[in-house]
């Protein structure tokens, strides 16, 4: 069957708002579905003003020929009280992810295992005034990403605690 003209027209309308929405999403790689004990790798999730930042650490991290993956985003404070309690504690129970300001990524193909590609997600981390889980000084932790630095997260605490708008203390964080 012959398509109209307005037919066609209507179906590359279609096409091009796809793909400007596919250029415009944060383009993460989830490498997987989230997995059963709590664990989410999704970015929508995040506070939008660190989301966006992390985008721009993707395409760096793209740019240098590396894979980066988000392995996990926000964490529920029940994963985290659990991740806390485990032996060698991944995590802490008042982790920066339970508020959507951290993320863990890693190499899609490599995982854990690749040197350079921590080194590398440092130094991009670093020029974009992200914060690198490898500065950490009691346990550095390098695939972690967080929207502050360590000396302001009380001050980020207490704001979620008193009900405080978040994206916009994150949003200050990364401008400044
Ligand atoms: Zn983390």
């Not at 240098?64 to 985290?80: C, F, K, T, V």
């Not at 207490?158 to 009900?163: D, T």
């Amino acid at each position: 069957m012959a398509l109209s003209r307005a037919a066609q027209a209507t179906i590359a309308g279609g096409a091009v708002g796809a793909l400007i929405l596919l250029l415009r999403a944060p383009r993460f790689n989830y490498g997987g579905p989230d997995s059963a004990n709590g664990l989410s790798r999704d970015p929508t999730l995040l506070l939008p003003a660190f989301a966006r930042k992390l985008n721009l650490l993707f395409a760096a991290m793209r740019a240098r020929g590396l894979d980066p993956m988000l392995n996990e985003g926000r964490r529920s404070r029940a994963r985290a009280e659990a991740l806390s309690k485990e032996p060698g504690a991944p995590g802490i129970a008042d982790s920066m992810h339970i508020y959507g300001a951290a993320a863990d990524i890693i190499s899609a193909s490599k995982g854990f295992k690749d040197p350079a590609f921590f080194k590398a997600l440092g130094e991009e981390a670093d020029k974009l005034g992200l914060f690198w889980g490898g500065h950490f000084k009691t346990r550095p932790d390098s695939p972690h990403i967080q929207a502050l630095a360590v000396a302001e997260e009380n001050k980020f605490r207490a704001l979620a605690k008193a009900g405080g708008d978040l994206n916009a203390f994150v949003a200050q964080e990364l401008a400044a």
